[in-house]
């Protein structure tokens, strides 16, 4: 099941001015695999995530995916190498319907055709369609499919955020936070999807959770930053046992 | 009973038989207005048509894509003085259109580039400075605007023995018919759920694979297609230029009717449009209270009913279909 490296990240520094957000973090992911990122606020992990989807351009460092380097594109591009991600404080398309949502998530594989759009040929619309329809039967978002997603409850606009993550056919799926703010029984059900969407859609997925229990149970491996430095990697029991990450959560004793 | 059987009837334009029929009498009744409205509103309804493709295409811009822009003037000039000179050079009518349309069109893309680095106020700021220094431009660059005496348009010829004002209506109505089509069918394409997704949140719009320069510059760049062409026909209205009818106000009015007739909305920037011709004409010998009557319309719109008029037009549309049960 676990296979070759699909990410690799090395010595991936950024700083701010004075502030350094990530100091030289290595990191691979193998395809199929799930890795969690876990560490206390502030210790560089969504910088991490910025970082490999585009959105923050590293001091130093190098991201590839499967041997060919990320760095320097710009994140549309990146998504189309095949790395799809969500967002810690959701950031949907609050004016726009689940659907549109979704169908947004299939933008990238869009045949672009300008003339086609304005005389309203929508042979391309209606194929991404089935496949976005596989999606919301699959999130069990049926009900809301013609709801504006400002409308909707926090938990549906979680699900409505993976599923825009999805329809994009990832090969690698950040999951920045995806059970925060979560009921304990919409956990159980996030947990459920995000085991699932490893068999079904074969992707490979790197977790962001401050959650212990959720991110022990979904990862084979985790990686601890604190104040953007890697403090020690290894299956959930050892990092959980390790006495950096003790300290670092819960301070000297 | 409503039901849709395949994901292609969902997408059609007026899906429902009795909205198909309204609509239909709606632009035949306006069509055959020549034949039974008073002739004083022919002009006038002309001017609603030709307003309305500029509206549409500034509302692309602003209440699509989110980007703010306050140089529509310029637009409207470079597409109405591209017009005249083709005009006078003897191009034929529609070829000289397009050719207004693609020079606006071309402003706009290079316009846009702004746009990729400013966001809000700031690209306000600059769409404000284009509108303003191609105002300037035309008014002071003699070759470009005829000097002193104006550049003076060669009239429509009627075929078929029709008055010309019914001519000038029937054709602009149709070319308002062909863009606010278009327009219909470019929102509810992939490209509008682009635009509104790069306005709602752009960060998200990027790492879902849109492309963020590419979708605003073409936002840029049709939109201001729409705006030339609808410099281009009130060139043909005015039958004379002068760079006066391009100055700062007339970006106001353009903003006036996107933000009254409802954003993000293509029925709005019809109503919108109609409201900034008609509302001055019916003030008649008030002018001068336009503009106040212009402000305080926007503040209701905003304290009241932020969607506009396409907001009250949606809540009226909401009453009848549940009518009578409410």
Known sequence: ????????????????????????????????????????????????????????????????????????LSPDRVTARGVARTFQNLRLFLHMTVLDNLMLGRHLHFRKNL????????????????KVEELIEFLDLEAWRDSRVAGCSYGVQKRVELGRALATEPRLLLLDEPVSGLTAEEKEE??????????????????????????????????VLDRGLKLTEGTPEEVQRHPGVIRAYLGDQ | MDLVETYGEELRFARKPLARTLLILLLVALALLP?????????RASLVWLFAVGVIGQNLLIGYAGQISFGQAGFLAVGAYTFGHLRIAGIPFPLALAGAGAAA???????????????????????????????????????????????????LQPPFGLVRDTWVYLLYYAIFLLFTGTAY????????????????????????????????????????????????????????????????????????????????????SIFGAAFVVLVPALLGGFRWAVPVLFGSAILSVLILEPLGLAGLWLKTRLYFRLWPFR
């Open chain 2, 185 to 268: 069918n470019l929102v509810s394409s992939y490209l509008g759920r682009a635009l509104v997704a790069v306005r709602d949140s752009d960060i998200a719009a990027e790492s879902m694979g849109v492309s963020l320069s590419r979708t605003k510059l073409l936002a840029f760049a049709i939109s201001s297609f729409y705006t030339g062409v609808s410099g281009a026909l009130m060139a043909q209205y005015l039958g004379h230029l002068e760079p006066q009818a391009f100055n700062i106000s007339e970006s106001m009015n353009f903003f006036v009717a996107v933000i009254v007739g409802g954003l993000a909305s293509v029925e709005g």
């Open chain 1, 115 to 130: 003339l086609a759009a304005a005389l309203r040929l929508r042979g391309e619309e209606i194929r991404h369609r089935a």
């Open chain 2, 35 to 43: 034949w039974w409205g008073p002739r004083g509103w022919l002009t």
């Open chain 2, 105 to 155: 069109g071309l402003a706009g893309w290079l316009v846009g580039f702004p746009s990729l680095r400013l966001k809000g106020p700031y690209l306000a700021i600059a769409t404000l400075g284009f509108g303003t220094a191609t105002y300037q431009i035309f008014a002071n660059v003699e070759w470009l605007s005829g000097g002193r005496a104006g550049l003076a348009i060669p009239a």
């Open chain 1, 190 to 223: 996030v947990s459920y999807w995000i085991n699932e969407v490893r068999g079904r859609f074969g992707v490979t997925v790197l977790l962001v959770e401050h959650d212990l229990r959720v991110a022990s149970r979904l990862s084979q491996r985790m990686v």
């Open chain 1, 1 to 72: 099941m676990v296979g070759e490296a699909l990410l690799e990240v090395r010595g991936l520094t950024l700083r701010f001015g004075g502030i350094t957000a990530l100091g030289g973090v290595d990191l691979t992911i193998a395809e199929g695999e799930t890795l969690a990122v876990i560490g206390p606020n502030g210790s560089g992990k969504t910088s991490l995530f910025n970082c490999v989807t585009g959105l923050y351009k590293p001091t130093s460092g190098a991201i590839t995916l499967q041997g060919e380097s990320l760095l320097g």
